[in-house]
């Protein structure tokens, strides 16, 4: 089975500061994806990245910057955290048939 | 902006009974239907995948799709406790996925 991980699984930040979270998959995918995931709201689309040096905006993209510098790497960045960022953020990778979640990074804004 | 609407919010049936799900996009352009799965605290699973009209079944799980409609349904026969979770339907346009809230299901034993 595809194997996506996260770093870290969870994180604390303050209001302000610069968040990176990190994002691992050894499965070869060309595509690659950040999620918000927020009660009421569903998964929600932050970025995506086609291949290595991509990156496209999904539907929730203001505050946050992606960064793919390889194939297995994709990370979303938060220059300016703010409390709005508070969520459960899940990294996927995957193909048109199917999408492979990571375990997810529970990132706490104060 | 697609949207992707699911009902009902949540769901409660007994243990051996049957759960239906529903999901309606906004966009004619949708290529596929996809059903996950989520237990809490976990992360999304696929269960089922659906691009044409009809029906598909795979085990205790049943998905339709009307493409004129763009409605698709999810339906667990059988449940069992362990199929509590949230149901989240999404629609894909190329590699792009939109998901709905979801449907929170709970079996009662």
């Known amino acids: 089975e595809a194997a996506v991980t996260q770093s870290p699984r969870n994180k604390v930040a303050v209001t302000g500061g610069k968040v990176t979270l990190s994002c691992n998959q050894t499965n070869n995918h060309n595509n690659m994806y950040w999620y918000r995931q927020d009660t009421g709201h569903g998964l929600r689309l932050i970025h995506y990245s086609y291949g290595a040096g991509s990156t496209e905006k999904g539907d929730i993209p203001d505050g946050y910057k992606a960064s793919r510098p390889s194939q297995e790497n994709f990370s979303l960045i938060l220059e300016l955290a703010t409390p709005s960022q508070t969520s459960v953020y899940f990294c996927a990778s995957g193909e048109v048939v199917e999408q492979f979640f990571g375990p997810g990074t529970r990132l706490t804004v104060l | 902006q697609q949207k992707v609407q699911q009902s009902p919010e949540s769901l409660i049936v007994p243990e051996g009974g049957m759960a239906s799900l529903n999901c309606t996009s906004s966009d004619r352009n949708v290529d596929y239907f996809w059903w996950y799965r989520q237990h809490s605290g976990k992360s999304p699973k696929m269960l089922m995948s659906i691009f044409s009209n009809g029906e598909k079944e795979e085990g205790r799980f049943t998905v339709h799709l009307n493409k004129a409609s763009l409605h698709t349904s999810l339906h667990i026969r059988d449940s069992q406790p362990s199929d509590s979770a949230l149901y989240l339907c999404?629609?894909?346009?190329?590699?792009?996925?939109?998901f709905g809230t979801g449907t929170s299901l709970l079996v009662d034993p």
């Open positions: 999404a629609a894909s346009m190329g590699y792009k996925l939109t």
